[in-house]
T-cell receptor, first 116, second 109 residues
Framework: GAGVSQSPSNKVTEKGKDVELRCDPISGHTALYWYRQRLGQGLEFLIYFQGNSAPDKSGLPSDRFSAERTGESVSTLTIQRTQQEDSAVYLCASSSRPSGTHNEQFFGPGTRLTVL | RKEVEQDPGPFNVPEGATVAFNCTYS??????FFWYRQDCRKEPKLLMS???SGNEDGRFTAQLNRASQYISLLIRDSKLSDSATYLC??????????FGPGTRLSVLP
């Protein structure tokens, strides 16, 4: 079946512009996660959805970052007034449930964001 | 103390070598454990889940020691294609997944 998909695959934007990144999880997966990975760095947790609610948004770095999920499916991550330090790969992952056995995460290919 | 710590690496080993990676986690409530691999400029991919009794998948063996809060990954007869960054991941009931910083492996011809 289809895996996690993300769009766009690449996004180049000017400092100060808003961007919207999209994630389509695996069908039926109730848990959805957003991460950020700067070049040469590890994964940085941003936010986690269970269904359409976000029990943990502790990783969002500032109020310029927001995310929503609708229909227990698609999620969008919005970055307002982008800054150069926002340049990174934004990865989305989904899992069939947030805990217990067989709750592995499956990742999308990521969106590479470059802020000029 | 970081929630998940791993060997700093990088590990450079010849083909055919056996290599072991170590990982420790700080939260005793952690209940699910995984090893992922990440190739350069690619997304992480699940390598294997780690079960309490330990588990093996071909050349890969994972061990979990809950008392010591320690996870290991052993790769036998390493191949050039094993070159990647290996990520230790833990999950707590109903919470997000926590990724370690990763250990980079280079298998040399």
């Amino acid at each position: 079946g289809a895996g996690v998909s993300q769009s766009p695959s690449n996004k180049v934007t000017e400092k100060g512009k808003d961007v919207e990144l999209r994630c389509d999880p695996i069908s039926g997966h109730t848990a959805l996660y957003w991460y950020r990975q700067r070049l040469g760095q590890g994964l940085e947790f941003l936010i986690y959805f269970q269904g359409n609610s976000a029990p943990d948004k502790s990783g969002l770095p500032s109020d310029r970052f927001s995310a929503e999920r609708t229909g227990e499916s698609v999620s969008t991550l919005t970055i307002q007034r982008t800054q150069q330090e926002d340049s990174a790969v934004y990865l989305c992952a989904s899992s069939s449930r947030p805990s217990g056995t067989h709750n592995e995460q499956f990742f999308g290919p990521g969106t590479r964001l470059t802020v000029l | 103390r970081k929630e998940v710590e791993q060997d700093p690496g990088p590990f450079n080993v010849p083909e055919g070598a056996t290599v072991a990676f170590n990982c420790t986690y700080s939260n005793s409530a952690s209940q699910s454990f995984f090893w992922y691999r990440q190739d350069c400029r690619k997304e992480p991919k699940l390598l294997m889940s780690v079960y309490s009794s330990g588990n093996e998948d071909g050349r890969f063996t994972a061990q979990l020691n809950r008392a010591s809060q320690y996870i290991s990954l052993l790769i036998r007869d390493s191949k050039l294609s094993d070159s990647a960054t290996y990520l230790c991941v833990v999950n707590i009931e109903g919470q997000n997944f926590v990724f370690g910083p990763g250990t980079r492996l280079s298998v040399l011809p």
